[in-house]
């Protein structure tokens, strides 16, 4: 055991001034000893806050009133990789780049491919359900995860599923785990669903002259019956802040970009590529097809160029129905106005995911202010689109108190009725996920 150090307290919310609070940092090197650690806090009454690789945008791996943090980063074992059975057990401080990287060299795929996969965790990416680009086709985390080893309160290791692909005993507790933000147990471990890889994938890119026609050719997309692999949107303000460095370069009074990917085998994806581009191309002040590394090299980048604009910013992940987007993107540009704040938006369109974004100095505090009314107004914004105040961020810290207008009082009580079963002393990443 050693003193938090500030590293340890710390999430990608620090771009908005959030910097947490630990008496005490942990970093076991196997399950047993997790469970151990969980035994130790139930004993002596500690507050417990996992932690994966810190990339998460809700605040979720940060203490907020000091106790003990967990770190996963030691438990970096892939137990079995199966490439024959598309399928690996690895432990929960693994990276996703390198479950990635180890599909990719056997022509295997693991679709969820959160944007800091270098640095984010499998354990991580499980508590947060996480997605990305290809959720669209491939769905988020959870749907590619067949078992879990956790510790839960006050101290045992459980294994929920594993090596199987179908499995109906019992409650869905895998499901319940996936998502829960490290408040219901601590994931050790997961077993791991992996498909053959497409043969191959290539990006096809509209730049409209704003939003209106930017979203109108997204519903064209769907409409048309094509399957996207990937179907990503940046306002003009995104355009604004990382267009500079888009390959192949932005044309002049573009508003609004379309990213569409097709993948498939070399046929399938060339044919699909063409027709997106027929079907984008209906509006759009130019078409273009870079390269996929390119491409995704710098999507990556955007939300560093956007930070880098001012030090700092306020990020957050509405989900709407497809027929608002149009509307919750106007509403985000236009809550900023309200709130002087430089605002923009990107995200996973085809999931109706925007992630909306005051640029911030993390160093005024007046600023900040203005960002968390900001980002009141963007969650009610999403709650009367009928749509959610989180698709894959999950609530964390820094969307405490909002589930209730969410989901409306009995769902909450069934919710917090939940938390009590697993965790009964309320230990377990407090004052997140409420
Ligand atoms: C540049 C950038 C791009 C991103 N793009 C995406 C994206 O496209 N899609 C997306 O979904 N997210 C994205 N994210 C957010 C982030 O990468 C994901 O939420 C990721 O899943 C977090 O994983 P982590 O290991 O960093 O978890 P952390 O940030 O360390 O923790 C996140 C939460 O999980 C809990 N936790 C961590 N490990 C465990 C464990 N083993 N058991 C139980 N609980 C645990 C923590 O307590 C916390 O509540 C992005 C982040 C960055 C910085």
Not at 23 to 50: F, G, I, K, M, N
Not at 72 to 80: M, T, Y
Not at 330 to 346: A, F, K, N, P, Y
Not at 422 to 433: A, Q, S, V, Y
Request: hydrophobic residues 40%; glycine residues 14%; aromatic residues 6%.
């Amino acid at each position: 055991m050693a003193p938090a150090d500030d590293v340890w307290v710390r999430d990608a919310t620090e771009t908005r001034g959030i910097v947490g609070r630990a008496d005490l940092l942990v970093l076991p090197t196997s399950a047993e000893q997790v469970a151990e650690v969980l035994a130790w806090c139930y004993r002596h009454d500690v507050p417990l806050t996992p932690r994966g690789g810190g990339t998460g945008f809700a605040g979720g791996a940060v203490p907020v009133d000091g106790g003990l943090v967990l770190a996963l980063d030691r438990l970096e074992r892939v137990r079995s990789f199966e490439p024959l059975l598309w399928r690996a057990h690895v432990e929960a401080g693994v990276r996703t780049g390198h479950v990635h990287r180890l599909a990719r060299e056997s022509g295997l795929l693991f679709p969820p491919d959160p944007g800091a996969s270098e640095q984010s965790q499998i354990g991580g990416n499980i508590a947060n359900n996480a997605g990305g680009p290809h959720a669209f086709k491939y769905g988020v985390t959870g749907r590619w995860v067949t078992g879990l080893e956790a510790a839960v309160a006050p101290g045992d290791l459980i294994t929920i599923g594993g090596p199987i692909r179908k499995d109906v005993a019992g409650y869905d507790l895998k499901s319940l785990l996936i998502g829960s933000e490290g408040t219901l147990g601590i994931v050790t471990a997961a077993w791991l669903r992996l498909i053959p890889g497409p043969e191959a994938a290539y990006p096809v890119v509209g730049l409209y002259r704003d939003t209106a026609a930017g979203c109108a050719a997204l519903e064209r997309v769907l409409g048309s019956g094509l399957v996207p692999a990937a179907l990503e949107y940046l306002d003009g303000g995104a355009l604004v802040a990382a267009g500079g460095a888009f390959p192949g370069g932005a044309p002049a009074g573009a508003g609004f970009m379309v990213v569409a990917e097709a993948d498939g085998t070399a046929d399938e994806a060339a044919g699909l590529r063409d027709e997106l581009a027929e079907v984008l191309g209906d509006g759009a002040l130019a078409v273009q097809a870079p390269e996929p590394a390119d491409l995704w090299r710098w999507r990556e980048g955007v939300a560093f160029a956007v930070i880098s604009q001012r030090g700092g910013k306020s990020g957050e992940d509405v989900v709407v129905p497809l027929d608002r987007l149009a509307e919750a993107i106007e509403e985000t540009v236009e809550i900023g106005r309200r709130h002087e704040l430089q605002t923009c938006s990107w995200g996973h369109a085809g999931d109706g995911n925007v992630h909306a974004n005051f640029i911030v100095d993390p160093r005024d505090e007046a600023e900040l202010d203005r960002a968390r009314a900001g980002a009141e107004e963007l969650f009610a914004m999403a709650i009367r689109l009928d749509g959610s105040i989180s698709g894959e961020h999950g609530i964390g810290w820094t969307k405490r108190g909002w589930l209730e207008r969410q989901w409306g009082p009995r769902a909450v009580t069934l919710h917090r009725e939940l938390k009590r079963v697993f965790d009964p002393k309320g230990l377990l990443n407090p004052g997140k996920k409420e």
